[in-house]
């Protein structure tokens, strides 16, 4: 079956170095990535979205790279804060009607003082 | 004022109980969903409604029935309640179906004992 993983279960950084997150989808049909933070308690909130027809997109410390030749998806974060740490998630769906939003496993993003 | 809002947010029952879990979204979504997060953080769909109409349901046991008496509510009943049941559920809502960005509430945490 189609599915969406992360190469990484833990990631841990120091405090102010630039985090890479990674992501490898599995449906070619996907045209639709979000990039969601977990904290502890609360809910999977939006971080980022791309669509499949750029490669790279950039927020607020935040940039998603789409590599759809080997799908592959990336989180990277600069200059890492202590309330960056959370779970991840990359979460990929198509534009469908009745289309469903299939996530990753999830990586845990710790950083060091 | 929050987006997705969920009630309860903690909830400790016995097994063969009855439970609901009630959602509301005032974004003006079209479309409303209940998610399941198991102890390894894993986010799976169980249900999505469009405009009050089920449109997903991911073979989710027949204990679970969800309702929408408008496209602003989305309630989760759980007949039975058994211990495999134990669990985070979130609601979530999107403007519409397929390839749009999925916000989520809070999260509910039903603990069966």
């Known amino acids: 079956g189609e599915s969406v993983g992360l190469h990484l279960p833990t990631l841990s950084v120091q405090e102010g170095d630039n985090s890479i997150i990674n992501c490898a989808y599995s449906n070619s049909a996907s045209d639709y990535f979000i990039w969601y933070k977990q904290e502890s308690g609360k809910g999977p909130q939006f971080i980022i979205d791309i669509r499949s027809n750029m490669d790279k997109r950039q927020g607020q410390r935040v940039t998603v790279l789409l590599n759809k030749t080997v799908k592959h998806l990336s989180l990277q974060i600069a200059a890492t804060q202590p309330g960056d740490s959370a779970v991840y998630f990359c979460a990929e769906t198509f534009t469908g009607a009745n289309s469903k939003l299939t996530f990753g496993k999830g990586i845990t993003l710790s950083v060091r003082p | 004022d929050t987006a997705v809002s969920q009630t309860p947010k903690y909830l400790v029952t016995q097994m063969g109980n009855d439970k609901s879990i009630k959602c509301e979204q005032n974004l003006g979504h079209d479309t409303m969903y209940w998610y399941k997060q198991d102890s390894k953080k894993f986010l799976k769909i169980m249900f999505s409604?469009?405009?009050?109409?089920?449109?997903i349901n991911e073979t989710v046991p027949n204990r679970f029935s969800p309702k929408s008496p408008d496209k602003a509510h989305l309630n989760l009943h759980i007949n039975s309640l058994e211990l495999g049941d134990s669990a985070v559920y979130f609601c979530a809502s999107s403007r519409r179906t397929g390839g749009n960005t999925i916000y989520f509430g809070e999260g509910s945490w039903l603990t069966v004992v």
């Open positions: 409604y469009n405009n009050k109409e089920l449109i």
